[in-house]
């Protein structure tokens, strides 16, 4: 399963974790995966106790950060400070949409937190003024190798701050159009989500998509990315030119992940037809459980879901009560994964996960030598 990327990167397998809990993302590298902490939920300061963590219980192993900063969103172009812009932000949304937010939780059951408003209307790291500063703490651990960014070409002059500091850079795509405006921008690593992935994801299948664009930006690595849940998808990815796998919703599904037994069983319970690409947390179309709050704002009665960030501004009230009580909300709370989520079954280490992945890689490599024999070939 090696490849030239795990030679440049330092690790002995080329499985990337991508997660929102530091236990996770130790947990994956010191198994001879990558893991990468996702930093839109957390302020500079609460990502730097995060990896502050991290370095102290990952040992000499690599890790990677993943940031949001997308082409286009809300107030782009304002050139203010994070407290101006989001005032300004704040300001854009109508009060219709948090009703509406507020509302569907209470028919729900689900009480608002004190002090919601707190919880409320927080900009978090979801544009260029806000994930910077995010940036900027994860340069200053020598052990993070690698800053991903999940919605499209990260700005120039960002790119050439993380290689000036020694760090590779990598970015998401969903077609071969957008790989190529990475390579051009000097992008390391172009990570290639069919659409049947968790978050944010485009409509064109991994199937299709994987080779398009390890064809389009060659020799530049690809990792493959969208339903990835077992080493014979591992194994597709890499027989279709990819140097890597880029996962995300199999670690939703580890003992070291924050969620609740009730909220992993509710992805046991689902099948692949059970996600949507919908608007309603974020604004941009993300793959996620269906559930009561997608078929609300669905519905051709309800508010249409604003522009990034300004919906996951609206979408906080879900998400902080989600926090408060994970196991009163799984109708209502924010369930991104990708429809790989048939495939689960139960529970695992994450040492396992790795373990598991690597023994299916080899069983699907013999699989292949044994048809090529069969055949004389």
Not at 264 to 280: E, G, K, L
Request: proline share 6%; net charge negative.
């Amino acid at each position: 399963m090696r490849t030239q990327l795990c030679n440049d990167l330092g690790i002995e397998f080329p499985i990337f974790a991508f997660t929102h809990c530091r236990d996770v993302v130790v947990a994956v590298s010191k198994a001879g995966g990558f893991g990468v902490l996702g930093a839109v939920g957390f302020s500079p300061e609460q990502l730097e106790i995060e990896l502050n963590w991290i370095d102290e219980h990952i040992g000499d192993h690599p890790y990677g950060v993943d940031i949001v900063i997308p082409n286009k969103y809300e107030g782009m172009d304002a050139d203010m400070s994070a407290e101006d812009l989001t005032k300004m932000l704040q300001d854009m949304v109508p009060q219709q949409h948090l009703d509406f937010a507020r509302k569907l939780m209470l028919d729900h059951g689900v009480p608002l937190p004190e002090g919601e408003d707190d919880n409320t209307l927080q900009l978090l790291g979801w544009t260029e003024t806000t994930a910077s500063p995010q940036v900027d703490v994860a340069l200053n651990h020598p052990k993070m190798t690698l800053i991903a960014n999940a919605l499209g070409t990260p700005p120039t002059d960002m790119i050439e701050r993380i290689h000036a500091a020694g760090r590779k850079v990598a970015a998401l795509c969903g077609s071969p159009y957008q790989a190529l405006k990475h390579a051009a921008a000097d992008v390391d690593i172009i990570i290639a989500q069919g659409g049947e992935g968790g978050g944010h994801c485009g409509e064109v299948g991994s199937m299709v998509l994987w080779p398009q664009v390890v064809k389009a930006v060659a020799p530049r690595p690809v990792l493959a990315a969208g339903g990835i849940g077992s080493g014979y998808q591992i194994a597709a990815a890499l027989a279709l030119g990819c140097q890597g796998a880029w996962s995300g919703s199999q670690w939703l599904m580890v003992e070291e992940a924050e969620n609740t037994p009730v909220q992993q069983q509710a992805y046991i319970d689902a099948s692949s037809r059970d996600t949507v690409r919908s608007r309603s947390f974020t604004g941009k179309p993300c793959r996620m459980l269906r559930n009561e709050w997608t078929d609300a704002w669905d519905d051709p009665a309800a508010p249409d879901p604003l522009g990034m960030p300004l919906q996951y501004m609206v979408s906080g009230v879900a998400v902080a009560a989600t926090h408060r009580w994970p196991d009163q909300t799984v109708d209502v709370a924010f369930n991104p994964v990708g429809q790989v989520v048939g495939q689960f079954e139960r529970v695992e280490r994450s040492a396992a996960v790795i373990e598991r992945w690597v023994n299916e890689y080899l069983e699907s490599c013999e699989a292949i030598e044994g048809f090529n024999a069969a055949a004389g070939v």
